[in-house]
């Protein structure tokens, strides 16, 4: 599989359409704004959808939370392993497998890089 290189960080592989979902599967963190816009969404999921981390001065609002995780799965994750608040994802999301610009020091912990010899926890093979 051809890796491509991310503008931000040329030594990581860019992330493509995953078949594991895999870097979802612990819950991600947001920040309060992100958590009230995802909150305006009509979802038909049932909640709480997020938990209380506490206050982080790096957060934009000064507040953290995270992503409930049900079933070995962020509470946005369909049974396909697909975001289902992909439009109105966290920042932690939409950068991954950066941050802060450079790469996650979790993401070999998270990413499965396209391997497909491995699978998501609790994924069945077809």
């Known amino acids: 599989m051809k890796k491509t290189a991310n503008k931000k960080d040329p030594g990581?592989?860019?992330?493509?359409l995953?078949?594991?979902?895999?870097c979802c599967a612990e819950g991600v963190e947001a920040d309060l704004f992100e958590v009230a816009r995802i909150l305006q969404q009509p979802l038909d999921i049932p909640k709480p959808w997020f938990d209380y981390l506490g206050r982080d001065k790096r957060a934009p609002s000064g507040y953290k939370f995270s992503?409930?995780?049900?079933?070995?799965r962020c509470?946005?994750?369909?049974?396909?392993?697909?975001c289902l608040i992909y439009p109105v994802r966290p920042r932690y999301c939409v950068e991954f497998p950066l941050e802060?610009?450079?790469?996650a020091p979790y993401y070999h912990h998270?990413?499965?890089?396209?391997n497909r010899s491995?699978?998501?926890p609790g994924r069945k093979r077809a």
């Open 110 to 114: 998270l990413c499965y890089h396209g």
């Open 118 to 120: 491995r699978r998501a």
């Open 100 to 103: 802060d610009g450079k790469k």
């Open 12 to 16: 990581t592989p860019a992330c493509r």
């Open 67 to 72: 992503t409930v995780v049900r079933k070995g």
């Open 75 to 82: 509470v946005f994750q369909s049974h396909e392993f697909r």
């Open 18 to 22: 995953c078949s594991f979902g895999a």
